[in-house]
């Protein structure tokens, strides 16, 4: 008995994806296409349990699985999303920081799933956590259901553009849109052109920032947002959204640093007067630790020490002791900034003591 012959490449019926389309999004369709449910498609096609559409991303092999399901380039649909790096995620083939994407959420823009007519598509780039708004048209990314008010994700998802959860199924094109100002979206585009390397964004950036990798470029605009608040006494979680305000200020660095380091000191002697500049230096010190290494936290420390100097050198200089006081001369006292702060064996017994109360807890301007 013959088999029978297999049929045309032409006449097989599957997904043309679109530039710069999620590979979810890509799979969601696919099944649609093919009237399978999500589930079937995940179970019976890829071999894996349900609600495992939210790493396809992430997995090489079940991506590439997918794409000769489906009879599309695994390269090409994997270049367009992220993916596992080396250690972390991987944004358009450059390792990113952790706290760029939150891989679960199904970030939309409600306006530009209506526009797209019958067939709605997710873009890769509305998943990038730090882009609060699609610089193509501006209007504003959300994870949140208009609706019901729950988290859109990528479990038991039929329709791209339909709340997941059962008792709400809210269609999320009914929604009106919302556009950022000019100046975000701006910036927007400004931070997708970094993350995707594009000459053109690189330009724009301080040298010491344009020559650093992504991975430092996205950590330092999430420090320096984080540090712009602390000036009045608030704290903001390192995180996507002081990822996306550092990176204003990272545009005028170094004149940025300067101003918020001198207000950051003015506030600390405002509040204690006597030791307010030198914790106001020493939290910096230990601040500037937390970033990754490399150009840009060299950079920073170079500024630091104009910055810093006088005011530790001043704060650190004793008064005279006895046997120093014959020839006029203060004391200098070596101090470790990282013991100064975990209160472990400061360098000097009497300023541990004066100091005591500040050393056992991280210095933050509370209010
Ligand atoms: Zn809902």
Known sequence: MSRPPSPSPRLVRTVIPRHGEDIRSVAIRYAKLKRLTLDDLLIAGLRVKEGHLTSLPLKAALAETFAELAGL??????KASFGQGMDGFEVFGSSADIDMLVPHWRRVAPGSLRSDGNEPWIRAHWQIACLPCDPDTGETLTHLCPACGAELTWIRVEDLYRCSRHRCRADLRQAEPRYASTRDREMSALMLGLLRREPSALERMPPVIARATQAEQVQFFSWLGALRPLVNGVIVPVGPFATFRGLG?????????????????????????????????????????DLMGGRIKISVKERLDKLLFRDEVKGLALPPGKAMERRGQKRLVRFDHRAFLLSSQPTNAGWGRALSGLAERPILLAS
């Open 73 to 78: 380039d695994a390269a090409s649909l994997r």
């Open 249 to 289: 200020a990272a545009l005028t660095y170094p004149a940025s640093l300067d101003c918020m380091v001198r207000d950051l000191m003015a506030a600390h002697e405002e509040r204690d007067p006597r030791f307010g500049r030198l914790v106001g230096a020493m939290e910096m010190r230990f601040r500037t630790r």
